[in-house]
């Protein structure tokens, strides 16, 4: 982010709410990891802090009627898509009042009404659906792109293979964003991928491939808007490998537990100099794009945005017993106290 | 009235249903041009053309994913799986997506979607292509499991399950493709969730599912000429289950015996066994019999496959024996 000047910058609208969007994100699971430790998350909870960008710069670059898929690293996939962050809090806390009514959890957080289909805790299991809804897409001639968001370690799965070749050969309108945080939990993309650069495997699936800097939204949103546009041409799938770190652990643990020491202390603090709000603020603000005390306000916004999400979601109830039992099928064909509630 | 193959009868259903609704699109591997390796989809490609019928290449996973991610965003697509075997390459998306997504998202989307395979034995396909896999997917909260085996079952189920705003594991009875039978004409729609009494009968209910249904009706027509009079229930849906239908037969003849083609642990007859001894264990006379393949994977050779998979021969003794003892 070092020459802005070089690069096409978006309009004042959008770089505010890029900053926005990215502090709520950061601000978001700041909160929730505090409220992990206090023992009101229940499971694990894998944070998007250090990944803001990538996650931000490529759905602002998209529509809000087109579609994208998740991760179990996905609490910042919905915020970037536009979610509310109420809702969210209450889901991680298992409340009725959460997003996906307390069913769903840290690992999906999915909001339907911003075009998220859904978050997968699989790792790669959500990329066949992004390619399916863009098949969709591409017959009902809706003009709609899918983002398909997934991480180094998805590379390695079959499903990986089988959605870039088949949105290739289809010429479906997808755009698969490599998250390369380099690590699939402790172990490091150079020990798991025989080609560790992503965007070189683009070449097996004859789409274009580049790899970028995931810290810096700039970058991460001018290629989606690229991709996106080719993919609305017609052109097919695209492949952005956003180079990313997460500032935290795999997941949130407790303090009982380590995933022992896989990652060196200077390429953390090395990281940690790249922070992309950071990173972000300082390049406007030396290009005189936007003026400090704007930023300053979106802070203190977004900070009690983020501080009444957790004072919603702790106020919340937990859902109702009869919950537990509701939205498996459409067709409900159940009366409690009767066969149909075994047997469906 | 017309005679119809049950293969055909599969196309007649899809065709009945893409003509009616421009949301369903059919895509697997070869079913466009070819017409399926099982003929299934004869005709479809030149009635509805290539944007609707689309052949996939070999991955499995991109199929189901395609099919799911499509019926979310406002398709009603069938997807192909060619050997219900292969369910074992792509049952993530099955079990993972399709079957959660609903219910982890509160109800926030539908997924209307049907995948039919060609499911078990009596082809000589060998282990790996002959398995009876409606047991996996019975076990699988989410999912709607139908077997039909006549063709005008075939035809009203397929329209029932295109129609449901779930999704449904369509197993079409690979020994009964050449099969045929007497089908109406005109529009076929049918009801998932519902048994068939195929034969009335007052000593003893037989329940059987595919390619087993035929098989226990031969076996009650012997039966009948040794006094025997059976009740064959053909399943059908084992999700929805007909529990009302089978539990009322049951309390009609005191005596059941479930007629499976999966190996022997954990087939469906399992399950339908628990649930009657635990809601009409005083209807019975005696104890249940499951009649099913042993719990070996299924042997190629014809004569060791005939061997192991129920006949109407097995069957009919079974339920002699059990009613004189």
New interface residues.
């Given amino acids: 982010m070092d020459d802005l000047q070089a690069v096409a910058v978006p309009e004042t609208g959008v770089l505010l709410e890029m900053y926005r969007r990215m502090l709520r994100i950061r601000r978001f699971d700041e909160r929730a990891v505090d409220r992990h430790g206090k023992g009101e998350i229940p499971g694990p909870m894998h944070t998007s802090i250090g990944q803001e960008a990538t996650a931000v710069g490529a759905c602002l670059a998209v529509n809000e009627d087109d579609y994208m898929t998740g991760t179990h690293r996905s609490h910042g996939h919905p915020i970037a898509k536009g979610v509310g962050l109420d809702a969210l809090m209450a889901e991680l806390m298992g409340k009725g009042s959460g997003v996906c009514g307390g069913k769903g959890g840290s690992m999906h957080l999915a909001d339907f009404s911003v075009g998220s289909l859904g978050e997968s805790g699989i790792v790669a299991s959500a990329m066949p659906v992004a390619v399916g809804a863009a098949l969709s897409a591409q017959i009902r001639g809706s003009g709609q792109v899918v983002i398909c968001f997934f991480g180094d370690g998805a590379v390695n799965e079959g499903a990986f293979h089988e959605s870039l070749n088949l949105a290739a050969v289809w010429h479906l309108p997808v755009i698969f964003v490599c998250e390369n945080n380099g690590y699939g939990i402790t172990t490091p993309v150079d020990a798991a991928s025989a080609v560790p650069v992503v965007a070189d495997r683009a070449a097996a699936y004859a789409m274009p491939g580049v790899r970028l800097d995931g810290q810096d939204v700039l970058a991460v949103y001018g290629s989606v808007r690229e991709a996106a546009e080719r993919a609305r041409r017609g052109e097919g799938p695209s492949l952005i490998e956003a180079m990313t770190y997460r500032f935290r652990e795999h997941s949130e643990m407790g303090s009982n537990f380590s995933f022992g020491p896989y990652r060196s202390d200077e390429e953390i603090a090395e990281w940690l100099e790249r922070d992309p709000l950071v990173l972000f603020r300082t390049a406007v603000l030396e290009a005189g794009l936007i003026p400090a005390v704007e930023l300053d306000e979106i802070e203190t916004e977004v900070d009690a945005e983020a501080a009444a999400a957790v004072k919603f979601a702790r106020r919340s109830d937990f859902p109702p017993p009869e919950q537990a039992y509701v939205g498996l099928y459409l067709d409900e064909r159940r009366e409690p106290a009767s066969l149909e509630l075994d047997y469906a | 009235m017309a005679e119809l193959t049950y293969r055909d009868a599969i196309a007649r259903g899809i065709a009945q249903e893409m003509a009616r609704d421009d949301r369903v699109?059919l895509i697997g591997e070869d079913v466009a041009g070819s017409g399926g390796v099982f003929k299934t989809t004869v005709g479809l490609l030149d009635q509805f053309g290539p944007?609707?019928v689309i052949d996939?290449?070999i991955?499995?996973?991109?199929i189901?994913?395609?099919?799911?991610?499509?019926?979310?965003?406002?398709?009603r697509p069938v997807a192909e799986i060619m050997f219900s075997d292969f369910f074992a390459?792509c049952w993530?998306?099955v079990v993972?997506?399709m079957a959660k997504?609903?219910?982890?998202?509160?109800?926030?989307?539908?997924l209307p979607l049907v995948v039919k395979s060609g499911n078990g034995g009596g082809l000589r396909f060998g282990a790996q292509h002959s398995q009876a896999i409606e047991n996996w997917a019975m076990a699988v909260?989410?999912l709607?499991v139908v077997t039909p085996s006549t063709p005008e079952d075939v035809i009203g189920l397929m329209a029932a399950a295109v129609r449901?705003?779930?999704p449904v594991l369509f197993f079409e009875a690979k020994g009964l493709y050449p099969t045929k039978g007497e089908v109406p004409a005109g529009e076929i729609v049918d009801t998932l969730?519902t048994a068939k009494v195929r034969r009335a009968g007052t000593d003893a209910t037989v329940l059987a599912l595919g390619l087993m249904v035929p098989r226990a009706m031969q076996a009650a027509d012997h039966l009948a000429g040794q006094g025997i009079s059976v009740e064959v229930i053909d399943v059908r849906s084992l999700?929805?289950?007909d529990?009302a239908t089978i539990l009322g037969s049951v309390a009609k003849t005191g005596r059941l015996f479930t007629v499976e083609e999966n190996p022997r642990l954990l087939g469906w007859g399992a399950e339908i066994v628990s649930?009657v001894a635990e809601?009409s264990f005083w209807d019975l006379d005696a104890p249940i019999e499951r009649i099913t393949t042993p719990h070996i994977p299924l042997p190629s050779a014809d004569s060791l496959e005939d061997l192991v998979l129920p006949s109407a021969d097995s069957i009919a003794q079974t339920v002699e024996k059990a009613l004189q003892a």
């Fill in positions: 699109v944007k609707r996939t290449p991955s499995e996973q991109a189901l994913g395609a099919v799911m991610g499509a019926a979310m965003t406002g398709l390459v993530d998306l993972n997506q997504t609903r219910y982890m998202t509160n109800g926030q989307v539908a909260p989410g709607k449901d705003d779930d969730g999700v929805p289950l529990t649930i809601e």
